[in-house]
């Protein structure tokens, strides 16, 4: 059967596939548009199982927070290439998944909810099919706070929100300078009570072999041991980093000179 210009190009922009592609499932459906849809889904399914065990590194890391910054998403769309990442018609899907996880609280939400007559995790496999690469979520983080603020770090690589106590004059350049910093150093808690146990067991004991290594007498290994640690949190734990905009403030000490406020929580989203 004949199959029109305008029929192609609506499916096309129902379901972002190609022309060729869009034009072959609807002559397999034989004109039918819903049945179309589900011959691109099918032909997703397909891709999405051959390219199961491909790595997926590289895509957008995005952040979102609400009208009244009280509620942030993080999370990465991830694929296999920087070429696709860098697409724009990537990036507005990308952007509008970002949207919706706005509105969900976790991951197993998100991936059931509903964008564009079928859930997330369908949309996912329909566009491994449309791109032809491993198309998958890598992260997915929400904060909520009496305020919440984000930083997307240039080309979509690194993703934070920062959480403040209260709502001053100057919260939006506050939280973004912080999330800032998440996202250059990496902390891995906000402070040291923060830090798992067995990450500080671990610590203190490669502490202590390096000290035996150095001939320090093994009496008094518990308290240099402990010494060292107070630096592993000053480098590691997100109040207490030297602020990268000011070497001489640690991150609490910016914050104690910006207004009465605290950062309550971060979360950071990496592609990689």
């Known amino acids: 059967m004949k199959i029109t210009a305008s029929e192609v190009n609506k499916l096309r922009q129902s379901t972002g596939a190609g022309m060729m592609d869009c034009k072959k499932a609807l002559v397999e459906a ?12 099918k032909k997703g399914q397909k891709v999405a199982a051959n390219r199961a065990d491909r790595d997926s590194s590289e895509g957008a890391a995005l952040a979102k927070v609400n009208s009244d910054n009280t509620k942030g998403v993080v999370l990465s769309i991830n694929c296999e290439t920087d070429f696709v990442a860098k697409n724009d018609t990537y990036l507005t899907l990308a952007n509008a998944l970002a949207d919706l996880a706005l509105e969900c609280d976790s991951l197993e939400d998100f991936l059931t909810a509903e964008f564009q007559g079928m859930t997330i ?18 992260g997915f983080k929400t904060l909520r706070a009496p305020y919440v603020g984000s930083y997307i770090h240039a080309g979509n690589k690194i993703a934070t929100l920062v959480g403040l106590s209260t709502v001053i004059d100057n919260a939006a350049e506050v939280s973004k300078n912080v999330a ?11 402070n040291e009570d923060g830090v798992d146990a067995s990450i500080i067991e671990k610590e203190i004991e490669i502490a202590k072999d390096q000290l035996r290594q150095e001939g320090k007498p093994e009496a008094m290994l518990d308290n240099i041991a402990k010494g060292k640690m107070k630096r592993f949190f ?5 109040v207490n980093q030297d602020y990268i905009k000011d070497s001489k403030l640690s991150v609490a000490g910016y914050i104690k000179s910006v207004g009465d406020t605290e950062v309550t929580a971060f979360e950071r989203v990496a592609l990689g």
């Open 121 to 138: 995790a369908e949309k996912l496999i329909e566009q491994t099919g449309v791109i032809g690469e491993k198309i998958e979520i890598g």
């Open 234 to 238: 000053k480098d590691n734990t997100l």
């Open 180 to 190: 800032m910093q998440a996202a250059a150093m990496n902390p891995i808690a906000l």
């Open 30 to 41: 034989e004109g039918d548009f819903d049945k179309a849809i589900e011959v691109l889904r």
